[in-house]
C-alpha cells in the first residue's frame, strides 16, 4: 500500500512539474519554474535547498548504500588506516564512488549518457527475476498479513512515515527537469520521459513488492532487512543467484549515483548564470572539451562528502531530504494553477483530468509532511526531529546569501 500510494503521489507530482516544465524548457528545473512564478526569492531558495542539502544529501546517500553492499560483497574489514589515520570504509568507499563517478561526468556528456543507458538496462534483470520468481513460484502468502497490519500502522502515524520512505526510492522525477535545457524538443520529452519512466517505475516496485511478500512471511523480511531479495534470489537459484543480486543492487545504485551527479550541478550553473550565487564566474566555467559544468560538480561533491562525515545513518539522511524538498514541491504544485490562470490557455503539455493531478499531489504532500511532523515529535531518540531542524536551517541559510548576494555581489 505504502509504495503504491507513494507512487501515485509521484505519478501526480511529476505530470504536475511536467506541466510547468513544457512551459519553461531551460536548465534548473523547480528552481526556474518557483523564481518565475513566485519571484527570484524564492526561486534562489528553492535552487539553494537543492544545491547545499537536497542534492549533496542525495548524493550522500545513495553512495552509502552503494558502499554498504560493495564492502558486504567483498568483506571488507569495517576500518581502513590511510596514511596513519583510522577511517571507516564505509565512508571511505563512498567517497571514493563520489569522486570517480564525479570525474567520469566531467568527460564528455556521451560518456555519462552511456553509462547511464547501460546501468538502467542492467539493473532490470534482477528486477524482472524478483518479480517472476515471486509470481509463479512463491508461497509464503504474507501480503494478506500485511494488510491486516495496515489500519494499525495508519492509526500511529507510522504509513506516512512508510510512504515518506517510497518517495526516496521514487526520487529523480523531478531532476530530470534540472537538464531542461540540454534537451531536444523539451516542450514533448520532458513529459514523457517523467510521466512513462515513472509509470514504469511504479509497476516495477509493486511488482517487486509483490514478489518478495509472496516469497517470504512478514517477519521474516522484516528480519532480514536489506538481505530479503538476496535470499529469495538463493531460494531460486542458489549461492550463485544471491551473488548476481548483489551486482545487480550494486550496479543499480551506481546508475543512481550516476544521475544524482549528473544533474545537480546543472542547478549550481544557471543560478550562477544568474549571478545568484558567490563566484558565480567560477561556478558558470565549462569544461573546454567536454562543455561540463566541472567547478559546480566538484562544489556538490564537497558537500555531498561533509554530509557522509557529518551524519551516520544514511536512513535518516534519505528521510530528511525528502521532507525539505516537498516543501519547494508544494510551491510547484500550487504552481500549475497560477500558470494556467496566466496563460489563459492549455500548457504545452496538460495533464488530463487536470485539476486532479495537481490537487492530488498538494493533498499528499500536506499528508507526508504532516505525518512526519507528528513522528518526529513522538520519536523517544528526538534523531527526527533534529535531522527536520537542522535541514530547514541548512536551508534557511539561503535567505541572508540571498540578500547579501543582491547588494553585495560576493
Same mark, same amino acid.
Given at each position: 500500500?505504502?509504495?503504491?500510494?507513494?507512487?501515485?503521489?509521484?505519478?501526480?507530482?511529476?505530470?504536475?512539474?511536467?506541466?510547468?516544465?513544457?512551459?519553461?524548457?531551460?536548465?534548473?528545473?523547480?528552481?526556474?519554474?518557483?523564481?518565475?512564478?513566485?519571484?527570484?526569492?524564492?526561486?534562489?531558495?528553492?535552487?539553494?535547498?537543492?544545491?547545499?542539502?537536497?542534492?549533496?544529501?542525495?548524493?550522500?546517500?545513495?553512495?552509502?548504500?552503494?558502499?554498504? *553492499?560493495?564492502?558486504?560483497?567483498?568483506?571488507?574489514?569495517?576500518?581502513?588506516?590511510?596514511?596513519?589515520?583510522?577511517?571507516?570504509?564505509?565512508?571511505?568507499?563512498?567517497?571514493?564512488?563520489?569522486?570517480?563517478?564525479?570525474?567520469?561526468?566531467?568527460?564528455?556528456?556521451?560518456?555519462?549518457?552511456?553509462?547511464?543507458?547501460?546501468?538502467?538496462?542492467?539493473?532490470?534483470?534482477?528486477?524482472?527475476?524478483?518479480?517472476?520468481?515471486?509470481?509463479?513460484?512463491?508461497?509464503?502468502?504474507?501480503?494478506?498479513?500485511?494488510?491486516?497490519?495496515?489500519?494499525?500502522?495508519?492509526?500511529?502515524?507510522?504509513?506516512?512515515?512508510?510512504?515518506?520512505?517510497?518517495?526516496?526510492?521514487?526520487?529523480?522525477?523531478?531532476?530530470?527537469?534540472?537538464?531542461?535545457?540540454?534537451?531536444?524538443?523539451?516542450?514533448?520529452?520532458?513529459?514523457?520521459?517523467?510521466?512513462?519512466?515513472?509509470?514504469?517505475?511504479?509497476?516495477?516496485?509493486?511488482?517487486?513488492?509483490?514478489?518478495?511478500?509472496?516469497?517470504?512471511?512478514?517477519?521474516?523480511?522484516?528480519?532480514?532487512?536489506?538481505?530479503?531479495?538476496?535470499?529469495?534470489?538463493?531460494?531460486?537459484?542458489?549461492?550463485?543467484?544471491?551473488?548476481?543480486?548483489?551486482?545487480?543492487?550494486?550496479?543499480?545504485?551506481?546508475?543512481?549515483?550516476?544521475?544524482?551527479?549528473?544533474? *545537480?550541478?546543472?542547478?549550481?550553473?544557471?543560478?550562477?548564470?544568474?549571478?545568484?550565487?558567490?563566484?558565480?564566474?567560477?561556478?558558470?566555467?565549462?569544461?573546454?572539451?567536454?562543455?561540463?559544468?566541472?567547478?559546480?560538480?566538484?562544489?556538490?561533491?564537497?558537500?555531498?562528502?561533509?554530509?557522509?562525515?557529518?551524519?551516520?545513518?544514511?536512513?535518516?539522511?534519505?528521510?530528511?531530504?525528502?521532507?525539505?524538498?516537498?516543501?519547494?514541491?508544494?510551491?510547484?504544485?500550487?504552481?500549475?494553477?497560477?500558470?494556467?490562470?496566466?496563460?489563459?490557455?492549455?500548457?504545452?503539455?496538460?495533464?488530463?483530468?487536470?485539476?486532479?493531478?495537481?490537487?492530488?499531489?498538494?493533498?499528499?504532500?500536506?499528508?507526508?509532511?504532516?505525518?512526519?511532523?507528528?513522528?518526529?515529535?513522538?520519536?523517544?531518540?528526538?534523531?527526527?526531529?533534529?535531522?527536520?531542524?537542522?535541514?530547514?536551517?541548512?536551508?534557511?541559510?539561503?535567505?541572508?546569501?540571498?540578500?547579501?548576494?543582491?547588494?553585495?555581489?560576493?
Amino acid at each position: 500500500m505504502a509504495w503504491f500510494v507513494g507512487g501515485v503521489l509521484t505519478l501526480a507530482s511529476a505530470m504536475s512539474v511536467a506541466e510547468l516544465g513544457s512551459e519553461m524548457p531551460q536548465t534548473g528545473g523547480i528552481y526556474i519554474y518557483i523564481g518565475k512564478i513566485f519571484g527570484k526569492f524564492w526561486g534562489f531558495l528553492a535552487g539553494w535547498m537543492q544545491i547545499s542539502f537536497y542534492g549533496p544529501a542525495l548524493i550522500a546517500s545513495v553512495s552509502f548504500f552503494f558502499s554498504t *553492499f560493495f564492502i558486504s560483497f567483498f568483506n571488507l574489514p569495517s576500518t581502513m588506516a590511510i596514511f596513519g589515520f583510522s577511517i571507516r570504509t564505509v565512508i571511505l568507499v563512498a567517497a571514493v564512488s563520489c569522486l570517480l563517478i564525479a570525474l567520469m561526468n566531467m568527460l564528455d556528456n556521451r560518456v555519462s549518457r552511456t553509462f547511464a543507458l547501460t546501468t538502467t538496462s542492467l539493473k532490470l534483470i534482477p528486477i524482472l527475476a524478483l518479480i517472476i520468481f515471486g509470481l509463479f513460484f512463491g508461497h509464503a502468502g504474507a501480503t494478506a498479513n500485511s494488510v491486516n497490519l495496515l489500519s494499525e500502522q495508519v492509526g500511529k502515524g507510522n504509513f506516512g512515515v512508510a510512504v515518506l520512505s517510497t518517495l526516496f526510492a521514487y526520487d529523480g522525477w523531478v531532476i530530470i527537469s534540472n537538464l531542461g535545457g540540454e534537451i531536444k524538443n523539451p516542450q514533448k520529452t520532458l513529459p514523457r520521459a517523467v510521466t512513462l519512466g515513472i509509470t514504469i517505475v511504479l509497476i516495477a516496485y509493486m511488482g517487486v513488492s509483490f514478489g518478495v511478500f509472496s516469497s517470504l512471511p512478514a517477519e521474516k523480511i522484516v528480519s532480514l532487512g536489506d538481505q530479503a531479495p538476496f535470499r529469495i534470489m538463493k531460494q531460486a537459484f542458489g549461492p550463485l543467484g544471491g551473488r548476481l543480486m548483489d551486482i545487480g543492487v550494486m550496479i543499480s545504485v551506481i546508475g543512481t549515483l550516476n544521475s544524482k551527479i549528473l544533474s *545537480f550541478p546543472r542547478v549550481v550553473f544557471e543560478m550562477a548564470d544568474q549571478q545568484q550565487l558567490p563566484f558565480s564566474n567560477l561556478f558558470h566555467k565549462l569544461g573546454k572539451k567536454s562543455k561540463t559544468p566541472n567547478y559546480a560538480t566538484a562544489f556538490e561533491i564537497v558537500v555531498a562528502i561533509l554530509l557522509l562525515n557529518a551524519f551516520s545513518s544514511s536512513q535518516d539522511l534519505s528521510d530528511w531530504l525528502v521532507f525539505v524538498s516537498f516543501l519547494f514541491y508544494l510551491l510547484t504544485f500550487i504552481a500549475v494553477f497560477i500558470l494556467r490562470h496566466q496563460l489563459n490557455r492549455k500548457p504545452h503539455f496538460a495533464a488530463p483530468l487536470h485539476p486532479l493531478f495537481p490537487l492530488l499531489a498538494i493533498i499528499g504532500t500536506i499528508f507526508i509532511e504532516v505525518s512526519t511532523i507528528v513522528n518526529a515529535f513522538s520519536d523517544p531518540t528526538g534523531q527526527q526531529l533534529f535531522g527536520i531542524i537542522i535541514s530547514l536551517l541548512i536551508v534557511a541559510i539561503g535567505i541572508p546569501l540571498y540578500y547579501l548576494q543582491k547588494f553585495y555581489k560576493l
